[in-house]
């Protein structure tokens, strides 16, 4: 299984697609489905197999400006390594 780097580009799963707009944006999946909260909903955006993770950790540490760095770090890392082993996300 591949592991999370700084230079990973996660992009969705094949099989998996985005339904409805704004805060009704719910992912499909094969196995089911996934209403996302803010911050979930945040990662996933970026997830377009263009960004790095680094670049995705950059943009949520502007956005999230208050928080802290290492934690927006630890917690996106921990997001994105679950739904890897959930089939939804690939890098």
Known sequence: MPQLEES???RLAAGCR???E?????LLFPEGALRLQ???RAILERCDGLRTFQQIVEELQIQYGVSDPAKIRADVSTFLERLHQKRVVDF
């Open 8 to 10: 990973s580009q996660p």
């Open 22 to 26: 704004g805060e009704n944006r719910t």
């Open 18 to 20: 985005w339904a409805g």
């Open 38 to 40: 803010d911050t979930g």
